[in-house]
């Protein structure tokens, strides 16, 4: 049924929601992302090398500071005796989003997994290319908040995607875009 103008109104015209339409866009956004995040995490972690081997630099008084420090371990700086166990994982994890991002056709899932594999890949890059040696390097983190641990843009990105991750998930929205309840 059309309405005047040669407008829809069924819903069972559905050629702009086709998957294929939607893909390319989908991983334009991601790729989009993916690179950026992972730009910011590298240049910032660069300026934090050149300008916080210093001393710290206080934004907001004792609530936001800049303070340069390396991570040989994961989050809350467990496992430190286990960098290489973390950076097998990082590569896991890349080869797993490069390989879902193959049916990426929602925004929502490709903001989700472009943030991700940016962060993902900024702190494996640390691994990978810092001190002390390749695949035991640690990752340079210099956000630090009161009472928690100092953190970088990588973590932040893990972090948004983890969310987007499970709001999709709640949302029953599949990487195809598609609902479950559309199935």
């Given at each position: 049924?059309q ?7 069924s819903s ?14 989908a ?10 995040t ?49 950076t097998g ?12 991002s ?48 100092v ?15 499970i ?17």
């Amino acid at each position: 049924m059309q309405a005047a103008r040669g407008a829809s109104l069924s819903s069972s015209d559905t050629v702009q929601d086709d998957p294929s339409r939607r893909r390319p866009r989908a991983l334009l956004l991601f790729a989009s992302v993916a690179l950026v995040t992972y730009a910011l995490d590298l240049g910032s972690k660069q300026w934090a090398l050149a300008e916080l081997a210093d001393g710290d630099i206080s934004l907001l008084g004792d609530w936001f500071v800049l303070h340069l420090t390396f991570n040989p371990g994961a989050a809350f700086s467990t496992g430190t005796d286990f960098t290489i166990v973390f950076t097998g994982l990082a590569v896991v994890a890349v080869v797993v989003v490069l390989w879902l991002s193959r049916r990426i056709a929602s925004t929502g899932w490709a903001l989700a997994l472009g943030f991700l594999l940016g962060g993902v890949a900024g702190n494996l890059t640390d691994r990978l290319v810092r001190d002390p040696e390749p695949l035991h390097g640690h990752v340079v983190d210099f956000l630090m908040l009161p009472n928690w641990p100092v953190f970088n843009i990588a973590d932040i990105c893990i972090n948004v995607a983890a969310g987007l991750i499970i709001l999709q998930t709640f949302r029953g929205i599949a990487l195809d875009g598609t609902r479950e309840s559309d199935a």
